[in-house]
């Protein structure tokens, strides 16, 4: 840079510079000013949100009659945590923070964090096969890679029989846990499917022991656990003193009941880990700051493994990903006795959120999606349906690639191409895919090009564009707001007149129907159908309408669970209405039939549950599973529709 010269004499020059320096002074204690309301107006914010959670969650807990949950959050510099209930209602121990729950499944990014670690020592070549680490765990049909494994890929099976494998009461050492499956065949060719198994994370767990002569806990304290600061979580030892250590509960036949004895050293590298809202959330937050991984690793880690023919899955290395409204979430979840637990980090938002409950029945993504619509002003991810199979296709492809697009530009800021050939050939492949099952099926898959993360990528450019960079609304607002502002706007790779016709349509019925009573609507009692009620016109009307059969149907089986019979009927006859092509309402209110003694009406649904999803609801294994729980005269009902 050249230096420039000022013509003015000195004297001149030093009143200059001393005028500059009161000007900067000014300018200084304004933006320091600004700096400090604005912080004021984030903690009253930040404030207001807490005051409207720690009304919600007891109301919640109350609705799901949980004991006792914990919630840890970040958002950017704020951090908070609190317990709620009980950890053990029996000795009336308030739930904290700091309370000790079981992690279950919330177990296996760490065990996928120690095995790259090892990996970028090079202690671990990840697409070596797993016997060269673990050389007593047989071979299969076909070789099985540490990649495979990490991805959920390696075609090792999960629990064949969970009332066995998921009941062990006894302590399990390493080779006695991974005996339990090593006889297993293999449920699918390594690197063809995803196949979720904790089994194939305890030989993570195994690999781990044979290369760095530790125990699997050991290891893990010394490379994971210490060095991100995680100084509450341990294996799970059921005869230790562990400080804070919560009481599990179950429902059982509508009374709360402590969960059965388990010894979970079976499930170590898998699920046997013990730990605390805080501490969760100082993994993500370590992760995320680079204390025990490259970049690129924990990028490669965060992003879905493809399979062999070229299908990205939603499940990386070690962690689930996925599009929440267009932004990228990194998650993970974790079930077994005693517990249930989240842990879900949006990495441009620097948002985490951290969920655990002592009760086995909780439904967590209640509060999960609450606090993200408190803290980042989102609704609940919004699914849509249509009634006719036609407007469903069309429909499926404008939101892959709003969600598939969007989160692209979350992540990297920038579109997946600019070439100008290579858009021409996506938009092209768009447009065909509108009548094309198939290529709307594989629209953001590799193998296709990941057309629609191109197109929708592309589009979410044009529109930071035009918005000042900001693409909040969208994320708020989803994927017809983002359709429909793009056509308004695009001078190139414009969409079909057709369609655009078509999107303005579906906007109106859609802002009609989607009012903001229902947006941010928690089916929690009998009064929440009382507002699907006050909606039904609208609802009915719309070509795509919200998806509320997730929901619906959880709060049917709650109510029955609690032996609200009228509330649980009345919430699945009110879904069965709305969408008449969902296979769970269907499914749901045929067992309510059935308990309420209408065998033949409850049989009838089960059957349309079945046609409309063979392996939904209806399924075999699935009946089954229910009738275990269900009163001798309707379990014998259920029993014969699943053996036919």
């Known amino acids: 840079m050249r230096s420039h010269r000022s013509p003015l004499p000195a004297a001149r020059r030093e009143g200059q ?88 499944s919330v177990t296996k990014p760490m065990t996928a964090v120690a095995i790259l670690e090892l990996a970028e020592q090079g202690k671990i070549d990840l697409d070596a096969e797993v016997q060269k680490y673990v050389p007593y765990f047989p071979r299969k049909a076909q070789p099985i890679t540490i990649r495979q494994l990490l991805s959920h890929q390696g075609g090792i099976s999960h629990y064949r029989d969970y009332m066995k494998e998921g009941r062990i009461k006894e302590p399990k050492s390493t080779r006695e846990a991974i005996a339990l499956f090593a006889d297993f065949d293999l449920v699918a060719e390594p690197g063809t499917k995803y196949s979720y198994t904790t089994y194939g994370y305890n030989l993570l767990g195994a690999v781990i022991e044979e290369v760095t002569g530790k125990p699997y806990g050991a290891f893990l304290t010394d490379a994971v656990w210490r060095p991100l600061g995680m100084t509450s979580t341990i294996m799970d030892d059921p005869r230790a003193i562990v400080p804070h250590r919560v009481q599990g509960y179950v429902l059982e036949n509508g009374q709360l009941r402590r969960s059965e004895y388990v010894d979970v050293s079976s499930r170590f590298a898998g699920g046997g880990t013990r730990s605390t809202v805080v501490d969760m959330i100082r993994f993500v937050e370590g992760l995320a700051a680079g204390k025990v991984l490259d970049r690129a690793t924990l990028e490669r880690a965060w992003t879905g493994a493809p399979t062999r023919d070229q299908r990205r899955t939603t499940y990386g290395l070690g962690f689930g990903v996925y599009s929440r409204n267009g932004r990228w979430a990194v998650a993970h979840t974790g079930s077994q006795q005693e517990t249930r637990t989240s842990l879900l980090y949006i990495p441009s938002e620097r948002f985490a959120v951290a969920l655990a409950s002592n009760f086995e029945d909780a439904r967590l993504y209640v509060f999960e999606e609450k606090i993200i619509s408190l803290f980042l002003g989102d609704p609940p991810p919004v699914n849509a349906r249509a009634d006719r199979e036609a407007d469903d296709d069309v429909w499926h492809a404008i939101q892959n690639t709003y969600s598939a697009g969007l989160m692209h530009y979350d992540r990297h800021g920038k579109a997946l191409t600019a070439d100008p050939r290579e858009l021409k050939a996506a938009f092209t492949y768009f447009r065909d895919a509108l009548t094309d099952k198939k290529r ?116 049917a089986e709650e109510r029955a669970e609690q032996r609200d019979l009228p509330t649980a009927l009345r919430a699945a006859t009110l879904g069965v209405s709305l969408y008449p092509r969902s296979a769970s309402l269907h499914g749901v209110l045929g067992i309510l039939h059935i308990l309420n003694g209408n065998l033949e009406q409850g049989t009838a649904l089960l059957r349309t549950s079945a046609r409309l999803d063979p392996n939904g609801f209806a399924s075999r294994a699935n009946l089954e599973r229910i009738a275990r729980d269900l009163p001798p005269e309707a379990a014998a009902t259920v029993r014969a529709f699943a053996s036919q």
């Open 440 to 555: 709307i099926a594989n629209g953001v898959q590799p193998l296709a090009g990941e057309a629609f993360v191109k197109v929708g990528s592309s589009m979410a450019a044009t529109l930071a564009a035009a918005n000042g960079g900001s693409l909040d609304v969208y994320h708020r607002e989803g994927a017809l707001r983002f359709f429909a502002d793009y056509a308004r706007i695009a001078k190139q790779h414009r969409f079909d007149p057709s369609l655009n016709a078509r999107i303005a349509q579906w906007s109106a019925e859609w802002n009609r129907a989607w009012t903001p009573e229902l947006q941010f609507l928690n089916i929690t009692s009998a009064a929440a159908l009382d507002v699907f009620e006050r909606h039904r016109d609208a609802l009915a009307a719309a070509t795509i309408k919200p998806d509320f059969t997730r929901s619906l149907t959880a709060f």
């Open 17 to 104: 510079d001393a005028g500059s320096l009161l000007l900067r002074s000014s300018l200084m204690r304004a933006l320091f000013l600004s700096l400090l309301l604005s912080t004021s107006l984030l903690a009253q914010s930040y404030d207001s949100a807490i005051r409207t959670l720690e009304q919600f969650v007891p109301e919640e807990m109350n609705a799901q009659r949980m004991p006792g949950l914990s919630v840890a959050i970040v958002h950017g510099d704020f951090h908070w945590s609190r317990g709620f209930g009980f950890a053990d209602i029996e000795n009336e121990v308030r739930a904290s923070s700091e309370s000790s729950y079981r992690m279950a």
